[in-house]
């Protein structure tokens, strides 16, 4: 066996000891494929006013401008479908915000993995990644080998479905590398036909700016009028596109405790929600990934979905 093959087989094994549900290596290298899309994307204003996915393109595109010398992308992804769910009929929020805010959650086991490559293997700088930097998480994911992007645009796996998250370690260490695995969408819409605000425009295109979790998470500004009423209670993110997917018939729950959910959260209906203060607030979402809209913008989207 190879030192690449010795060292690839290390990395996963740990990977798996840590929690992830799975973990692909790619080439560090220009991801051509993704440039002309990318730059079609936001030509088009698709970012609404997330501008900052228009900072750092080039970076964005190859690894080697974020991490000097880097050899290889390992990409993990880590499971987050929950065990229970939100009451039926109440106001609802994205099911990755149930537990503890997932980038605390995983930039620790991304530690340990850099600290066992350097224990194990030796002196190997590089950094960690978890959708915090102008990194393309689900190109490098499907690169990797971990799934196909399906037509939402999310990550799908045949086996898992696509409720994980996907993170990244850059190395300036040689490893295998993974191939792609083959789409497996085939002629299915059930996707772009449930999206409330039609915000898949085409199969694998989807207009940001028009995505449910991109007013209730990102738009600062009020929410436009004209998507009154087509918000599905969705006041927290949006799993439409995700819960409708056949292929996530087969999530499985995560087995990682910080991701469970308060109990408060489960058992709110909607009169709780709207009679919602900042002391239960700050209770139920004391470390969630909620606090990024603050108390003033989740209430802001519980009056849209009242009125």
Known sequence: MSAHQKNTELIK???KRLGFLS???????FLEEEAPRLEKWLRNNMNGEMQYMENNFDKRLDPTKLVEGSKSVISLLLNYYPEEKQLDGTYKISKYAYGQDYHYVIKTKLKQLQEFISEEIGEVNGRAFVDSAPVLD?????KSGLG???KHSNLLTQQV???YFIAELIIDLELEYDSRVTDHCGTCTACLDACPTKAIVAPYVVDGSKCISYF???LKNELPAEFHGKFDDWMFGCDVCQDVCPWNRFSKPHQ???FDPKPELLSMTKKDWEEITEEVFRKVFQKSAVKRTKFS???RNIDFLKK
């Not at 973990?23 to 290298?29: F, Q, T, V």
């Not at 689900?138 to 499907?142: D, P």
């Open 13 to 15: 094994t740990e990977a």
């Open 297 to 299: 913008g989740l209430t």
């Open 256 to 258: 990682e405790p910080l």
């Open 138 to 142: 689900k190109a490098w994911a499907a």
């Open 148 to 150: 196909w992007i399906g």
């Open 161 to 163: 479905g696509s409720f």
């Open 216 to 218: 209730t998470i990102e």
């Open 23 to 29: 973990c692909g290596i790619s080439k560090a290298e």
